[in-house]
């Protein structure tokens, strides 16, 4: 009898264990695809309007990106910071101890590209996964989330969020970090 229930452990454990690899492993697709599909919309507005056009990219079609991917992959993705520019974005509790997390290992001497972190976490509703990935700071990023934003750029930033943190970033700081959640079904 023991040894029965001792195996069904170990097997739901492995279910587990796999269910998390192929978590994993879609949302480092997942991930790919939004932040492919972000970059070359960003850079074609700035190309195309400037950085005030931009702004209407990442305020309109980043969510919609993320939306359409969530949908696709069926799991819930966005982005966050411990510095947020919309309040929507804000990390919890999860995703603010990861953020510090990344934070020390940077200092450490980690490479931003290297950062992230998947965790299969055990509820009472079953089992909760959650990933982040670090996100850098580029050069293009200055333009809204550096210290010497342009008055009619910051204006527009002011409008649009009154409670924006998301400025005073520098290149290799870490900007924030993609973060996808899958909850226990
Ligand atoms: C043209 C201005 C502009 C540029 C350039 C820009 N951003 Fe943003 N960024 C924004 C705006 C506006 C938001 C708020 C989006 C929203 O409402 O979800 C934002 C939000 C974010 C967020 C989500 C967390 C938060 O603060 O709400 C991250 C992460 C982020 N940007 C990273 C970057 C990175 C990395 C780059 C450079 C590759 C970059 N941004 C370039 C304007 C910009």
């Known amino acids: ?22 978590f994993t492993q879609q949302s480092q697709s997942a991930i790919k695809e939004f932040a492919t599909s972000l970059k070359a919309e960003l850079i074609t507005a700035m190309k195309a309007g400037g950085p005030i056009e931009a702004i209407t990219v990442c305020n309109q079609v980043a969510p919609k990106i993320a939306e359409n991917l969530s949908q696709k992959y069926n799991m819930k993705i966005g982005r966050t910071s411990l510095k947020v520019r919309n309040n929507k974005n804000k990390a919890d509790k999860w995703e603010s101890e990861i953020l510090t997390q990344f934070e020390y290992l940077k200092q450490s001497g980690d490479s931003i590209n290297s950062l992230a972190f998947s965790e299969a976490i055990s509820t009472d509703e079953g089992i909760e996964m959650r990933m982040m990935k670090a996100i850098p700071t580029g050069q293009v990023c200055l333009t809204c989330h550096g210290s010497n934003i342009a008055a009619n750029v910051q204006a527009r930033i002011h409008t649009l969020y009154p409670d924006d943190q998301a400025t005073g970033f520098s290149v290799g700081d870490i900007r924030g970090a993609f973060t996808i959640h899958q909850a226990a079904q």
Not at 6 to 16: D, E, I, R, Y
Request: glycine share 0%; no cysteine; aromatic share 4%.
């Open 1 to 22: 009898m023991k040894i029965a229930i001792l195996l069904t452990a170990l097997l739901s454990f492995n279910a587990s264990a796999n269910e998390h690899l192929a």
